[in-house]
């Protein structure tokens, strides 16, 4: 005796493969959301500042401007308009104080209001083997060393020049 078995799937509710959608059905949420990253064209003047700031020859650079501003809007402006470091910290409301030597492990012992430094930042550059120490201080003065203040102008000067040529 043959039984005959009716499908309770219905062949035409299944999911179509290429498109992901039901058949006559609208088509699922997430094909309809447009994915903007995909599309590098767009890319704002801001993310372009992100992300060149943010590779590996910047990281010191990133560092200190990350502990003098907030406005990221802001920061990326006066990069573009500054001429020089000095310029830059002038731009953001600090001066730089030059000092011959810093000792880094007794900095971190007057980070706090009565030691008047706010932001300890041991930057070594691993290519140069250079230490390259920055204060940044509650007096809203950032002191550093001739050597550090050279080196981040030619960061500055760097990333300057990719932000120009990255359009």
């Not at 005796?1 to 999911?15: G, L, N, R, T, Y």
């Not at 993310?47 to 501003?69: M, V, Y």
């Not at 932001?119 to 230490?131: E, F, K, N």
């Amino acid at each position: 005796m043959a039984v005959a078995v009716a499908s309770a799937i219905d062949p035409f509710e299944s999911i179509h493969k290429r498109r992901g959608t039901l058949p006559n059905r609208v088509p699922l949420a997430f094909d309809l959301m447009t994915n903007h990253s995909a599309n590098p064209g767009i890319e704002t003047t801001q993310q372009r500042f992100e992300s060149i700031l943010s590779r590996e020859p910047f990281t010191g650079l990133k560092a200190i401007l990350d502990c003098l501003s907030r406005d990221r809007e802001g920061l990326c402006q006066e990069v573009r308009g500054s001429n020089s470091y000095e310029d830059l910290l002038a731009r953001l409301g600090y001066r730089i104080t030059l000092t011959k030597q810093i000792h880094v492990q007794d900095c971190y012992s007057r980070v706090g209001a009565a030691g008047g430094i706010r932001a300890v930042l041991a930057y070594h550059d691993i290519p140069t083997q250079r230490s390259l120490p920055t204060l940044v201080n509650f007096d809203s003065t950032v002191t550093t060393t001739p050597k550090a203040a050279g080196f981040f102008n030619e960061m500055l000067a760097a990333l300057k020049t990719q932000l120009s040529a990255q359009k």
